[in-house]
Each structure stands twice: as C-alpha cells, then as structure tokens.
C-alpha cells in the first residue's frame, strides 16, 4: 500500500507561502511586486534544492545504508542495461561474490529483456532509474513524471518478477513533484555517498581513487554500466575498475549488499535489522 505522502518542512512552507502571497495581493494589491519577489525566491530555493543529489530537502532520500547492517557497502550501478558492458560486471561481480543493485532504464530493460532478466537471476536488484532517462526530468510536471516512473516500474516488474523498492533520476536531480509521485507508486529515492563521474572520466586509477578515498561501511557507490566513459583500452572503464574495487574491499573487510537488504524502508525506524543480507564478501 502506498505510504501517505507528508510534505517536508521546505515543502509546507512554500504552500504557507503561496497562501500568504495569494492572501496578501488580494488585500493589498499594490504590494504584488513584494509577493512576487517572495514567490520567485522560494522557487529558486527549491530549485536549488533539486539540483543536490544528496539532499533531503524536498523529501526522504537515502543517502547512506543503516547502521545496523554492519561492515557492508551498496554498489549500484546506473543506466544499463547494456549488451556490452553488463554481461562482463555480471561476470566480474559473479567471481568475487559481490551483490549490487542496478538502477535500469525502463526502455534498455524493453530494448534488452534477457539481460534485464539476467541482472535478477544472478542475484542482484533491479531498480527504477525512469523510463526515458530525460536530462530534462527536473522540469517534468507531477502526471509526466509519474508516467516515466511508473513506464519504468512496470517494465521491470514484469521483466524481473519483483518490484522495484528504488528509484534514482537522471543525475540525481529533482523537483518537489518527485516526493508525492513516488509516495504514490510506493517508490524510495536513493542516491549515493561516492560517485566516481565514471560517465566523463575515462581514466581507472582516478575513478578507483574517487571511489574508495576514506571509503567506509554505509557507503553508497555509483558506477555506470551504461554510458560509461571508455578506458584506454577501449573498454568501459567500470570493467577495468571493478576487480581492483572488489580486492580492496575484501581487504578493508567490507561486504557487498543490496540496497533492499541494507537500507531500513522509510516507514522503519533506523534500528529495524536488514533481510537477507548476503554473507559472502567481496574477493
């Protein structure tokens, strides 16, 4: 059942906003140029606001993974799927036991079904990264938005047998219309603690460097399996990243997890113990 949406404070205080602005032209009228100024701040602010990735500003956001789920780190990997790159990080993931969760284009997952089925049958986590994957998604109003994430949800529910819990937009950037919609679809945004910018940087000892500098349990990983720049050799550079990834985690004596398994549901309190949480480390 969908969760009831709550505003966030920001969020209320806009409509107060509104409301005040409305009431205040009404009755004074020669003061619209002051609620107009006032109006145009508060956009701005939320605007400011959806443009932070991380931020929880307009709404719950994941940020990092639970306390209680131990010496463990989320990989999640973004864009795919796609028929170069994924079946070699399925491979790759595969050998050194690792689990992650794919954030999946809804219309590559209807491009590429079998591999989208592939991504579940290994034992990783299918998610929601929208449907057209639109750099102009934080512009979409509420019914656009909600139609590109719900296009996308049910594509991959029907391709992997199990609903998407996460959804993670284009860039990490949003619009206060993104809470309420995925309240509605029983959606959880998710974002990230290291992102390696792995789509423009093609060089593997920066990406790697990005990605584990001070690296630590409850940390969020992003990497591109679609998208992603190219290495040297011409390949995408998570395939030249990955294994030197995996090692120093199992040195650091970190685990993989899902995000499902690693991150207590918004409706939770912070001490509710992960499922499932796969007990072999990365090697």
């Known amino acids: 059942m969908p969760r009831p949406w709550i505003p966030s404070p920001i969020v209320q205080a806009s409509f107060a906003l509104h409301g005040a602005a409305a ?3 009404a009755l004074i009228p020669e003061y619209w ?15 400011a606001a959806g443009l ?17 789920a131990g010496p463990v780190v989320a990989l999640t990997i973004d864009d795919g799927p796609d028929p170069d790159a994924t079946p070699q990080v399925l491979d790759l993931l595969e050998a050194a036991g690792a689990r992650a969760s794919f954030f999946c284009i809804g219309r590559r997952a209807r491009q590429y079904p079998e591999l989208c089925r592939e991504i579940a049958a290994r034992g990783h986590h299918v998610e929601n990264h929208g449907d057209s994957h639109s750099k102009a998604f934080p512009l979409f109003g509420f019914g656009q938005m909600k139609a590109d994430i719900a296009a996308a949800q049910s594509t991959l529910t029907q391709l992997t047998g199990r609903p998407p819990r996460f959804f993670r937009p284009t860039a990490g950037l949003r619009n206060p219309f993104l809470d309420p919609v995925l309240h509605q679809l029983d959606l959880e945004l998710a974002s990230w603690t290291r992102r390696a910018y792995d789509t423009q940087e093609g060089n593997p000892a920066r ?14 990983l992003l990497l591109h399996d679609g998208h992603g720049a190219l290495a040297p050799d011409g390949r995408p550079v998570i395939l030249s990243v990955l294994p030197r990834l995996l090692e120093h985690l199992n040195q650091q004596g970190l685990r993989t997890a899902r995000l ?24």
């Open 23 to 25: 009431l205040g032209v």
């Open 33 to 47: 140029h002051w609620a107009l100024g006032a109006l145009a701040t508060d956009h701005g602010v939320l605007t």
């Open 52 to 68: 932070l990735p991380r931020s929880r500003l307009l709404g719950p956001n994941h940020i990092r993974l639970s306390p209680s």
């Open 207 to 220: 990406v790697f460097q990005r990605l584990t500098a001070d690296l630590g349990a409850g940390d969020i």
């Open 260 to 283: 499902a398994d690693a991150c207590c549901p918004f409706s939770l309190p912070l001490t509710h113990e992960p499922e499932d949480l796969p007990q072999t480390p990365a090697r």
